[in-house]
């Protein structure tokens, strides 16, 4: 057996913005994808993979007791086939930000749902709204809250712009330049990061007015315009509102950039070769980079692991 592939996603913008209603841009990465699987000889992974997903089938019988008219699953084919050893069999670096509980969360809904919602179908607004509910209840097993963008995402493999809490929709993303100079980047730091701790510190830091409106008036600000340039592919007006993000996030989030990066990313500002800013929830894993010139940035950052996400 072997299920459907799911990919990882990439949050472009809107990193605890959009817990706070700021814009956001999500688009599928299928350099790593996920599917469950059962194998005729258990790797140690695999075991790892399957005992944990006993544990989310135990969660999920919870939820569907708690809010039966939220979502119902096939509750005894999926116990049936966790006992056979099915596993996730994931590419997905975990806790890097692109979405490793994500894809699993989609495999699961995708496989197990009763009466679910199909790709295939006219995507509504209310479609795409119960999608996201449905995802983030499910999700909240990993992570403690969840949006339930990442599972959308990946469930869909379309980009998702995010309005707002309650306005999402498909976007379209300009088409890459293939032999374009800028690129999107990731920047593997070389360790893992946990995100329900740190979605915490948000939430604390959140209670302080100064920092309540730095988010509104800096960071919302900015990420929104960050997205809307992006969509219209004025790269000129991103860069420059992308220096500023990069900034602010410098400035303001320091426990979820890895100490040994601070001053890799005031580098970045000051050189204008680069802009560093977080990936998913931060504290390890990717950073996301953008620049005008990759091989100048290439240069810069030449010790480290670099993997291109999108051409401009």
């Not at 919602?117 to 999608?131: A, F, G, M, P, S």
């Not at 309540?212 to 991103?238: M, N, P, W, Y």
């Amino acid at each position: 057996m072997k299920g459907p592939l799911f990919y990882s996603k990439i949050l472009l913008f809107g990193e605890y913005g959009i817990i706070k209603d700021s814009k956001g841009l999500s688009i599928p990465y299928n350099f790593y994808n996920g599917a469950l699987k059962v194998d005729e000889n258990p790797s140690e992974k695999s075991i790892k993979s399957n005992q944990n997903l006993l544990r989310f089938a135990g969660y999920l019988k919870q939820l569907q007791q708690e809010r039966p008219e939220l979502v119902q699953f096939d509750l005894v084919a999926l116990e049936a086939d966790i006992a056979k050893g099915m596993y996730f069999d994931s590419s997905i670096p975990q806790g890097y930000g692109v979405g490793s509980s994500g894809a699993l969360v989609a495999a699961i809904y995708d496989e197990y749902a009763k009466d679910r919602i199909t790709v295939l179908e006219n995507l509504t607004r209310e479609k795409l709204l119960k999608l996201k509910e449905i995802f983030a209840a499910m999700e909240s097993f990993f992570h403690g809250t969840s949006s339930g963008l990442d599972p959308l995402n990946s469930y869909l493999s379309i980009p998702i712009l995010i309005n707002s809490k309650d306005h999402i929709e498909p976007a379209g993303i300009p088409s890459q330049v293939s032999n374009g100079k800028g690129a999107v980047f990731l920047l593997d730091s070389g360790s893992v990061g946990e995100t329900g701790p740190l979605v915490q510190i948000f939430l604390e830091n959140m209670k302080q007015e100064a920092f309540r409106k730095v988010i509104k008036e800096q960071f919302v600000k900015h990420t929104d315009a960050c997205v809307d340039d992006f969509l219209k592919g004025d790269v000129k007006s991103l860069f420059k509102n992308m220096k500023q993000l990069s900034h602010v996030v410098l400035n303001n989030f320091k426990p979820m950039i890895p100490a040994q990066f601070h001053q890799l990313w005031q580098k970045g500002i000051e050189t204008n070769d680069y802009y560093l800013k977080l990936c998913g929830s931060g504290g390890g894993g990717y950073i996301l980079g953008f620049t005008q010139d990759f091989k100048k940035a290439q240069e810069a950052l030449k010790d480290y692991k670099l993997e291109v996400v999108y051409n401009f």
